[in-house]
């Protein structure tokens, strides 16, 4: 199948590929369908694009890449819910917000998605740990 993104031309998928948030995502709540891809040019980031509104697609980042020693533990409601056997089957993802300047690039630590790959459930998190912000800047100052 394909889809005609607004942003990211044609992107090709089969039904494996698609990743359900029974909840929707903050925003999104009637949206439950959704595909990952990586960012062409920059593998670093991903792409969570709905496939029921080709307009809504989600820039991601390993939050690993922006904090080393990130860690949380995933509430056993959302372990049931997301049908998590085991760590290796979690893939845990944060939201980016862009910017013309790179400097102003955030990542969202305090909202990690949580994706089960392999039942393909996924649901995002609020954190109730003041460690990690909403808007953690993804290049610090000291970075090159």
Same mark, same amino acid.
């Given at each position: 199948m394909d889809i005609v993104t607004k942003y990211h031309g044609v992107r090709e998928y089969s039904n494996? &590929?698609?990743i359900v948030f029974k909840k929707g995502l903050p925003g999104f709540k009637e949206l439950k369908n959704f595909i990952i891809f990586p *960012?062409?040019?920059?593998?670093?980031?991903?792409i969570l694009h709905s496939i029921e509104n080709i307009?809504?697609?989600?820039? *991601?980042v390993?939050?690993?890449?922006?904090?080393? &020693?990130?860690?949380?533990?995933?509430? &056993?409601?959302? +372990?049931?819910? *997301?049908? +998590? &056997?085991?760590p290796e089957e979690v893939l845990v993802l944060t939201t980016v917000t862009l910017s013309s300047n790179i400097k102003n690039m955030t990542t969202n630590l305090k909202a990690p998605i949580i994706i089960n790959v392999k039942e393909k459930l996924g649901e995002q998190l609020i954190l109730d740990n003041d460690k990690y912000k909403i808007k953690e800047p993804l290049f610090k100052e000291n970075d090159n």
């Open positions: 494996e &590929d698609i *960012l062409e040019k920059n593998e670093v980031f991903s307009e809504v697609g989600l820039v *991601l390993s939050p690993f890449t922006i904090a080393k &020693d990130y860690e949380f533990k995933i509430p &056993d409601n959302y +372990i049931k819910e *997301l049908e +998590i &056997d085991k």
